[in-house]
């Protein structure tokens, strides 16, 4: 099965001009569409092929059974998704937001789950718009893609277009460099509301307690205090897209962290002044994360690596199960 194919990006934000930069660099046919102007024109200038024309560029992406990559924020998913309702019928749909179960409600609401399989890649930087774009953000990230259209029971019969789509979207992600970790919506959503989410809520938290402390505390500010309130340079309304649509889970993650820090500010203000539960729980937590992640960024993952080859007996199993320990996959032709 071939798995490649053209690729037309809609919204050259960061991630989509980003995703457009590495396919064209990997040699993949791809093509773009942005609603404001300016990024247009930037990107024409830097030799992409772009187009500030909607319905032309929907229009194209189904004469060419392009795979259509959603680079735009959640409120800007409606009207995009009716236009290539109308305007693409038959092209395989993904995505780039960072929550899946939004999404999929979307698309459902539309008509175009059947085509549609959602991606997460975990990369990006506090900067936003066609200037940020940069080649090799995707290199060794994970990149998550949804396997909500996968029957949960292996003798159930997977529909072939969703299968199509799903292999194509998974090469899309490798052809960039990420590692493809499979999930269901629903698993994502409350893996992410844990490891992004709620990283972004607490980073603005702790932004603002640091600067209610005035300027004598933001002058000794140092590197902890720059790691851990990065996030909150990003911009803001990207953050509410993120944690607003990630409600339910996100109120489960917080709950938990309240519950941690009221306990911590017991232990502390009682007269041994002992905090040793959070923090010696928290510092093995730490140790858990780098040793599957590696202890600085760029070392090389001790997540499980599974090969899939799809349609051969078994592989469903094979792909629940990566789902359940968070591997990372391969796909074998068949
Ligand atoms: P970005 O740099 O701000 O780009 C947003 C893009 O969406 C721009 O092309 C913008 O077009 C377009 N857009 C915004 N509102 C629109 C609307 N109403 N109609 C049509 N186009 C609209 O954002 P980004 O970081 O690339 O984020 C895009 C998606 O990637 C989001 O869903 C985000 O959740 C996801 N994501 C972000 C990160 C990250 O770290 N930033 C990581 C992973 C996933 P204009 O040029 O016209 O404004």
Redesign the pocket.
């Known amino acids: 099965m071939d798995h490649s194919g053209p690729v037309c990006v809609?919204?050259?934000?960061?991630?989509?001009?980003?995703l457009l930069r590495d396919l064209v660099a990997a040699g993949t046919s791809a093509f773009g569409w942005?609603?404001?102007?300016?990024?247009?024109d930037a990107a024409i200038a830097d030799g992409f092929d772009v187009s500030g024309d909607?319905v032309a560029t929907l229009r194209r992406a189904e004469k060419e059974d392009a795979l259509i990559v959603?680079?735009?924020?959640?409120?800007?998913?409606p009207?995009?998704l009716s236009a290539v309702a109308e305007h693409a019928p038959s092209c395989g749909i993904t995505?780039?937001?960072?929550?899946k179960g939004e999404v999929l409600s979307l698309v459902e609401d539309h008509g175009l789950s059947d085509r549609f399989v959602g991606g997460?890649?975990?990369?990006?930087?506090?900067?936003?718009?066609?200037d940020?774009?940069m080649e090799g953000l995707f290199r060794g990230a994970v990149w998550v893609v949804t396997t909500d259209g996968a029957p949960e029971l292996p003798d159930e019969t997977v529909d072939a277009t969703w299968l199509r789509i799903w292999c194509r979207v998974v090469h899309l992600a490798v052809g960039v460099g990420a590692a493809v970790v499979p999930a269901r919506s629903a698993a994502h959503d409350g893996a992410v509301a844990r490891i992004s989410h709620l990283t972004h809520v607490l980073a603005e938290s702790l932004a603002v307690t640091a600067d209610r402390g005035g300027a004598l505390s933001l002058s000794l500010a140092a590197s902890s205090f720059r790691d851990a309130t990065r996030?909150a340079g990003?911009?803001p309304?990207?953050v509410r897209?993120?944690c607003e649509n990630n409600r339910d889970a996100l109120v489960t993650a917080l709950d938990e962290t309240i519950s941690l820090l009221q306990q911590a500010r017991a232990d502390l203000a009682a007269p041994d002044r002992d905090i040793a539960g959070l923090v010696d729980a928290g510092h093995a937590a730490r140790l858990r994360y780098e040793a599957l992640a590696g202890r600085v960024a760029g070392e090389p993952s001790a997540r499980p690596y599974i090969r899939l080859q799809p349609g051969v007996s078994g592989w469903l199993e094979q792909l629940h199960y990566a789902e359940s320990v968070g591997a990372q996959i391969a796909l074998l032709e068949v």
Not at 95 to 99: G, K, L, M, R, Y
């Open positions: 809609l919204g050259l934000g960061l991630i989509g001009g980003s942005n609603r404001s102007t300016a990024t247009v909607l959603l680079g735009v924020p959640v409120p800007a998913l009207t995009m995505d780039v937001t960072s929550v997460h890649p975990m990369a990006g930087t506090a900067d936003s718009g066609w940020a774009t996030v990003t911009e309304g990207l897209a993120m």
